[in-house]
């Protein structure tokens, strides 16, 4: 057998900066606890398990599915290679949200949704909103599901369906917001840190990445009330393109937003104009 400090230890040794995440979610306990009990002697299955998850990690697969969880918005969510691993950027799109100051019983749609974690950020922040979150895909709403039931988020409903397909006919919004796919198919990023473990569907989006933000953008109009906002992420590179779409489907007030690397993030605009 071999003991917590040992490991950590052999950890520090090899520059395995996750490993004593691994061994705390092995152990079922917090980083505190392996500091407060170096002595702790593993169980022949849980240095097995350790050793297993600390191989597919040094192989490049991400940490988040190896432990299934990802902070997000102080938030603890459930996550899986179904779907997308929540990013610190994305927060700017919920603070975006929050800061138009939209009113009470506000209808919010989310494209997209994943793991969930914009619509879920959102509800907890304004639980007088009424939240619609929609993806294509089951296993990811399956995934949502989980994570709105265990934060209580009673104020989210779910819908699957392709972008605006998910939801009724007529069915208006006063704020739609989307962090859809907007990388490039032959993007070699694609082959990079941990990417070839994301599912592809949530990440790529035709020869360009703005396939998807073009499908949302152009189709936005209809579904938004008088003076309604459409917010989307989209790619650092990308902010001029996807501020010309905005203004070719006739919003107006269009700006993009940089997040905290000082990169492009997020574009927002109002449809009709507003006075």
Known sequence: ???????????????????????????????????AWPEYQLQPSEL??????????????????????????????????????????????????????LPDQTRILELG???GAIAIALGGERPDWTITATDISSAALDIARKNILKQGRSNIRL?????????PHGHKYQLILSNPPYVAADDPHLLEDGLPWEPPQALGAGSDGLADLRTIISAAPAHLLPAGWL????????????RKLFTKAGFTRVLTRRDLGGQDRVTLGCYPPSS
Do not use: C, N
């Not at 819908?159 to 939801?167: I, M, N, P, S, T």
């Open 159 to 167: 819908a699957q369906g392709h972008w605006y397909e998910a939801v």
């Open 1 to 35: 057998m071999s003991s917590v400090a040992e490991l950590l230890s052999q950890a520090r040794e090899a520059a395995l900066e996750d490993a004593p995440l691994l061994l705390a979610h092995v152990l079922d306990k917090d980083r505190s606890w392996l500091l």
């Open 113 to 115: 949704t994943g793991s």
């Open 231 to 242: 917010l989307v992420e989209h790619g650092f590179d990308q902010g001029r393109a996807v």
């Open 48 to 101: 097995r398990q350790y050793e297993q998850l600390l191989k597919r990690r040094q192989q490049g697969e991400p940490l988040a599915y190896l432990t299934g969880r990802k902070e997000f918005w102080s938030v603890e969510l459930e996550v899986s290679p179904d779907v997308l691993i929540p990013r610190p950027e994305t927060e700017l799109l919920v603070a975006q949200a929050l800061e138009l100051g």
